[in-house]
Structures are given as C-alpha cells and as structure tokens.
C-alpha cells in the first residue's frame, strides 16, 4: 500500500527547480507532504485533499490530480534549506480513522 | 505547540529481550501512529490507534504489539527483540480531523545485538 515516490534521489545547483512526484494505483484520500533533514524529525508541509487541488506558496506548492492517485511537490528556485528527505504521505479509512501510510522517500541534494 | 515525547533518544538491547518504546503526547490526540525507518525503505507503519485500547495494524505488524491504556501514551513493545529489528522508531500524533498533520516525536534508535 507504499505509495510509489521518484525520483530517489535528485542534486540540484541553488536557485533550480525540482519536482517530486507521488503515485498511487488506487485513489487516494489525501496527500501529505513532509521534509524531514538528517538527525531530526519529518516536518510537515502540507495536505491536500480534494481531487484538481493546488497548494502552497510560490517557493514549494503541490498538486493533487483529479484522479486523486498522483500529487506531485514543486520546489521552485530552490535554496540551501530545501535540502533533507521528502516524504509523501497517503491516507485510507479503517474503522473512521485514517491510517496514513509513506512512501519511500526522495533524498534533494541543493550545492552552492 | 504539540509535544510528542519519545522516552528514549538511543537504546542496545540483547535479541531475545522483550523491549518498550514509549511516547507521550500532551495535545489530547485521539490518533497515534508508530513507524520504523530504514535507509531505502521510507517511513513504514507498524501499528496506529484511533482512540483508547483501539488499534489497527499496519504495513509491518509482525514482531510488535501496542498499547494504548491512556490516551496520552502509546507503546510499542516488542516481545523478542531480533537483530532485524535493529532501526530507527518513530512515534506521531494527530487529531480525529482529516485536514490535521502528524506531529512527530525524536526518534528512537534501536539497535539489537
């Protein structure tokens, strides 16, 4: 039920762009993004819920398709910061709950 | 802001010994969540509660139970440590509402030898 992240890894030169992908083959109930860096705790980023939905600031924003089974994370003009493991994080319905699941993880390298 | 308090931040333990990973939330969540994360692997879900003594299983179950006496405390014990148990655990927490992020705790690194 791992929802499917790539790439695995990307390196990026400050100031380019990424795009990080999320792909289910069942719909989803809801996307969540996460960035954790190395030696800390995943932090949250946002959540998207509803088919056709965009998210976020003009720096880092997500999309959620209308099938609800692929979100993807935009990281734009990227800065040293951005650098950690992202996290996509899916949600399905047992017994009223939410059981969120993640997938695998895509490790962004930014270099000066 | 929401505290998610993990007992330990590292712990060795022999295989074969039964083991508790404790973690606390001070934000009255009814849902939390213990994980486990390898290199390669991502965040994998062990087990969750929705509320008091009401747990699912997750992707991983095997080797682990739960517990979940008070609301504010969720366990993770595994019963016969294996060295394949060896990793870092990750305790979270989140309101009922589906619109709500986890808020997760430190880490546990165990290592089983």
């Known amino acids: 039920q791992q929802p499917v992240q790539s790439p695995q890894a990307v390196i990026l030169r400050e100031g380019e762009d990424a795009v990080i992908n999320c792909s289910s083959s069942k719909a989803l109930y809801s996307v969540h993004w996460y960035r954790q860096k190395h030696g800390e705790a995943p932090v949250f980023l946002m959540i998207l819920l509803k088919g056709g939905e965009q998210k976020g600031h003009e720096k880092i924003s997500a999309s959620f398709n209308e099938k609800k089974q692929q979100s993807s994370l935009y990281l734009t003009a990227s800065q040293l910061s951005y650098s950690g493991t992202y996290f996509c994080?899916?949600?399905?319905?047992?017994?009223?709950?939410?059981?969120?699941?993640f997938g695998q993880g895509t490790r962004l390298t930014i270099n000066p | 802001d929401v505290k998610v308090t993990q007992s330990s931040r590292y712990l060795v333990k022999r295989t074969g010994e039964k083991v508790f990973l404790e973690c606390v939330q001070d934000?009255?969540?009814?849902?939390m969540f213990w994980y486990r994360q390898d290199p390669g692997l991502g965040l994998r879900l062990i087990y969750f509660?929705?509320?008091?003594?009401?747990?699912e299983k997750g992707d991983i179950p095997e080797g682990y139970s739960v517990s979940r006496e008070k609301k504010e405390r969720f366990s993770l014990i595994l019963e016969s440590a294996s060295t394949n148990q060896t990793s870092m655990y990750l305790c979270a927490s989140r309101p009922f509402s589906y619109n709500s992020p986890l808020h997760f705790g430190n880490g546990t690194r165990l290592t089983v030898t």
């Open positions: 994080g899916t949600g399905y319905l047992i017994q009223g709950a939410q059981k969120l699941v």
């Open positions: 934000m009255d969540h009814e849902n």
């Open positions: 509660s929705y509320d008091v003594k009401m747990k």
